[in-house]
């Protein structure tokens, strides 16, 4: 369950339950599981834009990093055909 704060304020113990409009945006990135992050991040097609989600803050240029991010890039940008085994 939930805990009370100092002035009787509900807080919540795990990430998943902080209410949205009580998290700054740097902080929900902090909250965010990696795997939903990355999803999200899976949508970014661009190279140029995915470079500049990855100046946003240390997390998303780590994310931005992933090797399922980049591959269908690659693959659109010089239409490889890639054997899947070299991308694990």
């Known amino acids: 369950g939930d805990s009370m704060g100092s002035e009787g304020e ?13 998290v700054s945006a740097g902080s929900l990135l902090e909250v965010l ?3 939903l ?14 470079e500049a989600v ?4 240390k997390r998303l240029s780590h994310l931005s990093r992933s ?8 693959k659109a940008r010089w239409r490889l055909q890639l054997e899947e085994d070299i991308w694990l």
């Open 33 to 35: 599981d990696s795997d």
């Open 10 to 22: 509900v807080r919540a113990k795990s990430p998943a339950r902080v209410s949205p409009a009580r």
């Open 67 to 74: 090797d399922l991010l980049w591959r269908p890039i690659c």
């Open 37 to 50: 992050l990355l999803h999200v991040l899976s949508h970014v097609r661009d190279a140029r834009r995915l």
């Open 54 to 57: 990855s100046l946003v803050c």
